[in-house]
């Protein structure tokens, strides 16, 4: 059975972090995992991907706060968000791709106060 499990949602003050978890059961050979987001009223974006332990990439709107990181024993993403921002309100989907399709998670939600 698949499962993605993702936690680490919450409030948080603008200027403050929180850490995303996505943990991937039931899915073999995965080749990429990413987060992405998705805000009231806009289209869900590419927030960060991870390839392997060295291959990222990032939205321009978080580089150099957001770091997204995997442990392959796991099965599981993470995405260490700081010095966050209220246009960060969002809510967070883990995204894991393998060779036949991809998962999607049930969302997590961030909402950063000003």
């Known amino acids: 059975q698949v499962q993605l499990v993702e936690s680490g949602g919450g409030l948080v003050q603008a200027g403050g972090s929180l850490k995303l978890s996505c943990a991937a059961s039931?899915?073999?050979?995965?080749?990429?995992m990413a987060w992405y987001r998705q805000a009231p009223g806009k289209q869900r974006e590419l927030v960060a991907a991870v390839a392997s332990a060295v291959i990222t990439n990032y939205a321009d709107s978080v580089k150099g706060r957001f770091t997204i990181s995997r442990d392959n024993a796991k099965n599981t993403v993470y995405l260490q968000m700081n010095n966050l921002r209220p246009e960060d309100t969002a809510v967070y989907y883990c995204?894991?791709?393998?060779?036949?399709?991809?998962?999607w998670g049930q969302g997590t939600q961030v909402t950063v106060s000003s």
């Open positions: 039931g899915i073999f050979s995965i080749d990429v």
């Open positions: 995204n894991v791709v393998t060779s036949r399709r991809d998962y």
